[in-house]
Structure formats: structure tokens, C-alpha cells
T-cell receptor, first 111, second 111 residues
């Protein structure tokens, strides 16, 4: 897990509420990523950011939003528009492309 | 459409045996193929990676075999140990940011 922290480990929300997942790294990495993991589907990229104040959509960005105001932080907001938000969310960072170190993950349950 | 197909879904191996996990891809532009190991409730950790200009890479008990013409690559775990029991993911990328992951293989090593 290194210097990547995700909080909280478990998160519960009611349907219709927005929720923000935290990701912080103290590794001085330029690039940061958000993935969603569902059973039997591997990891799917939601958003990534290579530099501060810039980010790109991944394959499944709909219903999610991000910000990158600081190099160390890349929070992910799961909005009420996300149809199936219950999942395991993983944040990753890297010094450059092709390199990814993952955080411990946040398990979000929406009921 | 699954960019990277992984098999088997689950694998049971005796201690000391060889574990083999296979992946296949379609996009010939992929130029980096990593393998990740994930323990329950944790984020994936990079195990070993290969570029398409070599056919094999070995690190300790872990070996990647790469067949460019067949568009396949595999992970071999020699002398498998109970501590190797985890889920293994293959991945591929040609951008260094957009990674495509396989669906994972759950490995159980029986003492």
C-alpha cells in the first residue's frame, strides 16, 4: 500500500446521496488514478490525472466526478447519477506512465 | 468488450507445484503487460511486468512467458506456497495510463 491512503475503509450511504472518497499520497507522484472493482470483472478505470488541475475520463466515468487541486490528493465523488455505486474503489498513483501503486481501497455500499 | 481475457477463473495447486495463469489480448498496440497480486480486502500490488520485445522474464519464483504472435502471455509461479494464495490479475496498456485488466484468477495453494 506504501504511502497511499484511502479513507474510510468502509462507507455506507443511502441511495440518492452523493459521497466523496478520499485518496492521499505522500510519494510525490504526478499521476493518480481511480478504479472500480466488481466481482468477476477485474478493475475498470474511472478517471486519471497526470498533473494538477487536469484529469481525463476512463472507461466508466459516468456518474462520477473528480478534482485534482493538489498533487497529493485526488478525491472521487460518486454522484446519485451512478446507477450501481456499490463496489470496491481503488486509488493508485505513479511517478510516470506505466507505473501504478495501489491504495488499500474503500468498500462503498449504497442501500 | 473484454480487451484482456484471463483464465482460469480459479486454480487449486498443491504446495510445491507450478501455478499457471493465462491471458490473451487483441490490441497489437499494447506494449506493457503487468501482473498484479491481490489479497482479500487489499489493493493489488505489482508482481512482475514484461514488454513485448522479450519472450520471458523471471523474478524469483515468478516468470512471465510472452508469445507475441499468439497475442498471449502467462504467469508461472514455481514452487507454489500457501502464502501465494491470492487473486492474480493480468493487464495491458499502450498508453501507460489506460490499463485493461483481466477478470482475475483466484489461486489457492493447498499445504
Amino acid at each position: 500500500d506504501g504511502g497511499i491512503t484511502q479513507s474510510p475503509k468502509y462507507l455506507f450511504r443511502k441511495e440518492g446521496q452523493n459521497v466523496t472518497l478520499s485518496c492521499e499520497q505522500n510519494l510525490n507522484h504526478d499521476a493518480m488514478y481511480w478504479y472500480r472493482q466488481d466481482p468477476g470483472q477485474g478493475l475498470r478505470l474511472i478517471y486519471y490525472s497526470q498533473i494538477v488541475n487536469d484529469f481525463q475520463k476512463g472507461d466508466i466515468a459516468e456518474g462520477y466526478s473528480v478534482s485534482r487541486e493538489k498533487k497529493e490528493s485526488f478525491p472521487l465523488t460518486v454522484t446519485s447519477a451512478q446507477k450501481n455505486p456499490t463496489a470496491f474503489y481503488l486509488c493508485a498513483s505513479g511517478r510516470n506512465t506505466y507505473e501504478q501503486y495501489f491504495g488499500p481501497g474503500t468498500r462503498l455500499t449504497v442501500t | 468488450q473484454q480487451q484482456v481475457k484471463q483464465s482460469p477463473q480459479s486454480l487449486i495447486v498443491q504446495k510445491g507445484g507450478i501455478s499457471i495463469i493465462n491471458c490473451a489480448y487483441e490490441n497489437t498496440a499494447f506494449d506493457y503487460f503487468p501482473w498484479y497480486q491481490q489479497f482479500p480486502g487489499k489493493g493489488p500490488a505489482l508482481l512482475i511486468a514484461i514488454r513485448p520485445d522479450v519472450s520471458e522474464k523471471k523474478e524469483g519464483r515468478f516468470t512471465i512467458s510472452f508469445n507475441k504472435s499468439a497475442k498471449q502471455f502467462s504467469l508461472h509461479i514455481m514452487d507454489s506456497q500457501p502464502g501465494d494464495s491470492a487473486t492474480y490479475f493480468c493487464a495491458a496498456t499502450n498508453t501507460g495510463n489506460q490499463f485493461y485488466f483481466g477478470t482475475g484468477t483466484s489461486l489457492t495453494v493447498i499445504p
